[in-house]
């Protein structure tokens, strides 16, 4: 494992190596899928792993779900699922190391809130969070009092907070979305990669698998209270804002002037499949058709035109396999009509081969080969590598 002064001294390869981001990690994770499901070999995705393996692990405080010891460690769960002990023993050390870190970051977010001082992405999104950690504990420790804790912290977020005399949501963060995209004086995120729709999925999730603590429910609806409030209507069907400035939050309304891409990490669809999961782990119907219905229209030929990349992050990847797994909850039959159209255009956009990387999970071949998987198998996927995208 790389300590904390160790992490200055890991090579570009080494770094890239424990990213989902950015290749070894993810491409393991593909030959694991197609190992399970029979379009790949073992051999194949032995080698893969321990390439993933291989070398120092970082285990400093900036490790999340997409890099470092937790990303390593999920790799290592998703080829345990497939019958194969040494992974699961690996993954068993692994854990450890995991556990000392979310301490360390419930730690470090509470002396953040002590101080009132405005959390940040790095400290809760799904990425480099507390989101992404629990995440992973809700796979390799659901009854741990350590899930408990993070999502303790989570439901802390949900309650806003008073700050200038404006009030303000919990998870408020006062650097931009994007260095192209300036928000003055912050930003209240509403995608599922960075905002309140990745908290309220943790919380669903958690929640549908009887992982409950004090507050849970009652954050559930307070998340769901905040998406009522800001869901726009319009003849494309709902949608919701990327995120919500000052001004914004100040006059009750967005300036954002229609739907974006019906992308998993900021649009339609990522938003609508965490109130649907929302509505399942409270048993709320009419969220839940809310929902089911936002996602059947962000999916028509008209809202996909949107889409021009492949991957999982804001590409056709990302759209169908967050559609698939909603489909398989619904009551909307319309999203699972959709799904055969959906799996055209992701191999049309996987044939053009527009990545902005090579090789990773978000924006890559990786990604993009997972969901075909899915796409080709019309089935779950086996090893279950899609719970890092909160969607199951």
Known sequence: MASEPERMMLTEQETARQSLVTGTSATALLHIERAMNGAGDWESAHTHIRQATAGPIDVAPHAGLYYGVPTIA???HVAGTGGHPQYQAAARVLDKHVARLAQRRLATAADRIRRRQPATFAEYDLFRGLTGVGALLLLRAPSSDLLAGVLGYVIRLTKPRRVDGQELPGWWVAHDPDRLLPTPGGHANLGL????????ALLSLAALRGCRVPGQADAIERLGRWFDRWRQDSPDGAWWPQWLTRDELHA??????GPGRPSWCYGTAGIARAQQLAALAIHDPARRGIAEKALAECLTDQQLQKITEPGLCHG?????????????DANNTAIGQRLSALAAALTQHAAAGQYNDRAGLLTGAAGVGLALETAEHTTPPRSGWDACLLIT
Not at 316 to 328: D, I, S
């Open 316 to 328: 056709m990847a990302g759209v169908y396999q967050t559609a698939y797994r909603a489909a398989r």
């Open 193 to 200: 990669a960075h905002g309140a729709a990745g908290l309220l």
């Open 74 to 76: 999920f790799v290592l």
């Open 252 to 257: 009750g309304r967005t300036t954002q002037s």
